[in-house]
């Protein structure tokens, strides 16, 4: 069984079109990242969210906006899409918000637009 | 968190040891050593952390020098599995909402038959 778990693998669309990406955790933990891996590589921290609430928001244009329905689901909206945005979207979690936990990621959504 | 320093690049023959250094001069008392991997088109994968001691896992050993401002994780058996680009990530923790990670360029690991 997968740990987490993101779909779609794979999106392709066009500029201006909104799309969701759905990620889910049968881990148990309380909290959820996600992560954008341009296409030099670079991955960085978008959101963090810590049962259902938003504890970390990296500077990323509100176009972009998390959604939490329970504390293993964290799915990302993303609103008028830009030709930038296309890039792999981790998703992530770790058992609390704090400590040393490690971080589970997802096996990354591939966000192509035209 | 600190900023780490890692070679681009390095090569490793299968069934050898794997070196892969790390400078975090600028790291804090606080601040954990970790390191992660990515193996071509996958998540992230945590392989161990450590603060001031050596560590050692079922994957990977981690070397912490005595002043904290750079360490060595050790692959002890490359295989070819193992290809990956590997980061190196200094952070603090224990603070609520302080358990993102910034990962930077890492290092691209090639095992080679």
């Known amino acids: 069984d997968t740990a987490v778990s993101q779909t779609p693998k794979y999106l392709v669309t066009q500029m201006g079109n909104d799309k969701s990406i759905k990620c889910e955790q049968n881990?148990?933990?309380?909290?959820m990242y996600w992560y954008k891996q341009d296409s030099k590589k670079f991955l960085k921290i978008m959101f963090s969210?810590?049962?259902?609430?938003?504890?970390i928001n990296e500077t990323v244009p509100n176009r972009f906006s998390p959604k939490s329905p329970d504390k293993a689901h964290l799915n990302l909206h993303i609103n008028s899409l830009e030709l930038g945005d296309s890039a792999v979207y981790f998703c992530?979690?770790?058992?609390?918000?704090?400590?040393?936990?490690?971080?589970?990621f997802g096996p990354g959504t591939r966000l192509t637009v035209l | 968190d600190a900023k780490t320093t890692q070679p681009p690049s390095m090569d490793c023959a299968e069934g050898r040891a794997a070196n892969l250094p790390c400078n975090h001069s600028t790291i804090s008392g606080n601040e954990y050593v970790y390191w992660y991997r990515q193996i071509h088109s996958q998540g992230p994968q945590y392989i161990i952390h450590g603060l001031k001691n050596n560590e050692t896992n079922e994957m990977a050993s981690l070397i912490i020098t005595e002043d904290r401002k750079s360490s060595t994780l050790i692959l002890p058996h490359a295989t070819l599995r193992d290809t990956a680009v590997y980061y190196c990530i200094v952070r603090v923790t224990g603070q609520t909402g302080a358990n993102n990670l910034f990962f930077g360029t890492g290092t691209r690991l090639t095992v080679i038959p």
């Open positions: 881990l148990g933990h309380d909290t």
């Open positions: 969210y810590n049962n259902k609430e938003l504890i």
């Open positions: 992530a979690s770790t058992p609390t918000s704090g400590g040393t936990d490690t971080q589970y």
